[in-house]
T-cell receptor
Framework: AQSVAQPEDQVNVAEGNPLTVKCTYSVSGNPYLFWYVQYPNRGLQFLLKYITGDNLVKGSYGFEAEFNKSQTSFHLKKPSALVSDSALYFCAVRGIQTGANNLFFGTGTRLTVIP | ETGVTQTPRHLVMGMTNKKSLKCEQHLGHNAMYWYKQSAKKPLELMFVYNFKEQTENNSVPSRFSPECPNSSHLFLHLHTLQPEDSALYLC?????????????FGPGTRLTVT
């Protein structure tokens, strides 16, 4: 079975400090991994994805994520947080071998950047 | 914006009403999706269409009925809903399925069932 865990419902970080939003996954075989962000009253916006290749993936707005196969993790990071980064962040996974395009999402982590 | 629009943005309906949600994508994609987003729960995939053909129905109650007349439009017809169906309904699209491509989401319809 495929699943995603985001162990923290809420992450608070001071503006200018580095931020990490955690994600672990479970999937048969190799995964496709995604991060999305949701601002209030908006749909989800794609941030970045890991398909293959370099374990460190860079995405929009200065975000990056590191794929760690041994720890089955795909944590989202940013070196210096901005107040405007405050939003709800979702990790998602799809197994490569599955025929369907089901993306399995986590429950989301609310990031608050404190001025 | 993302190129995916949804109407209406907000909908309040009684349990005996019939209403429809509309989604339109301007991205030239061939796959479209309906998701349900409830607080503190993972997004729930409801339906998937690929080239106008339904490829997924994740055990969704029959009071939700999807329609995909072409690759650019997707509808969700609602009838005799329950209060627990109140949620944000998100439409998304992607080039095709199966795919490593990301999905593009609309802003959602906030549905309240009274």
């Amino acid at each position: 079975a495929q699943s995603v865990a985001q162990p923290e419902d809420q992450v608070n970080v001071a503006e200018g400090n580095p931020l990490t939003v955690k994600c672990t996954y479970s999937v048969s075989g190799n995964p496709y991994l995604f991060w999305y962000v949701q601002y209030p009253n908006r749909g989800l916006q794609f941030l970045l994805k890991y398909i293959t290749g370099d374990n460190l993936v860079k995405g929009s707005y200065g975000f990056e994520a590191e794929f760690n196969k041994s720890q089955t993790s795909f944590h989202l990071k940013k070196p210096s947080a901005l107040v405007s980064d405050s939003a709800l962040y979702f990790c998602a996974v799809r197994g490569i071998q599955t025929g369907a395009n089901n993306l399995f999402f986590g429950t989301g982590t609310r990031l608050t950047v404190i001025p | 914006e993302t190129g995916v629009t949804q109407t209406p943005r907000h909908l309040v309906m009684g349990m005996t009403n019939k209403k429809s949600l509309k989604c339109e994508q301007h991205l030239g994609h061939n796959a479209m999706y309906w998701y349900k987003q409830s607080a503190k729960k993972p997004l729930e995939l409801m339906f998937v269409y690929n080239f106008k053909e339904q490829t997924e129905n994740n055990s969704v109650p029959s009071r939700f009925s999807p329609e995909c007349p072409n690759s650019s439009h997707l509808f969700l017809h609602l009838h005799t809903l329950q209060p627990e169906d109140s949620a944000l309904y998100l439409c998304a699209s992607s080039p095709s399925v199966p795919s490593a491509n990301e999905q593009y989401f609309g802003p959602g319809t906030r549905l309240t069932v009274t």
